[in-house]
């Protein structure tokens, strides 16, 4: 089983046409084990923009979460591609604690592997609680993040603004590459 694919397309080379993910609006593609359904894959999302603002507690994620411990039959979150041919703005400043504002990927609850994360962008800037992260809280694989800063800089505000790949469990926990101009 497969939750599905998910395309949000705009014209990435426009300089003007602006998305914005409002507070507490997501775009999410999760896979959640149940009786009739005991595995798949989360669907890979990609979203193309000439710009994007994530505000707070607003998010494009995709997830696995696991069966029972030991089950074998496990699946794993998807990829997201993000394609913004301006600034990407992801800004947690007004979120609720312990809410991510910002791009994830994630293995929950003795899942698969966390998907991976892939960034390109003029610019970057990040603030508050906001973040780019996969989290690996499964047996598989953490997903790594690319992100690749095309023309401006990379700016993460605030003691919470954060890029990370992190495992709490025993899978391992992903890379990280950033390449920008500016950091």
Known sequence: N????????????AASPASAIQSRSLI?????????TRFGNA???????GSLVILSDGGISTGTFGGARGD???????????NVAGLLS????QATPGVLTGISSGSHL??????????????IS?????????????RGGGG??????????????GPLAQISATATMSGRAGTISITAPNV
């Open 2 to 13: 497969i939750a599905g694919q998910a395309l949000i397309a705009g014209d990435p080379t």
């Open 28 to 36: 999410l593609k999760n896979m959640k084990p149940s009786k009739s």
């Open 43 to 49: 669907g890979n999302i990609t979203f193309n923009a």
């Open 72 to 82: 074998p039959h496990v699946g794993n979150a998807g990829n997201i591609l993000i």
């Open 90 to 93: 992801i800004d947690g400043s």
């Open 110 to 123: 003795n899942a698969g592997a966390a998907g991976r994360i892939a960034v390109t962008a003029g610019a």
């Open 126 to 138: 990040i603030a508050g609680a906001g973040g780019i992260n996969v989290v690996n809280k499964g």
């Open 144 to 157: 790594g993040i690319n992100i690749d800063v095309t023309s401006g800089g990379l700016t993460l505000s």
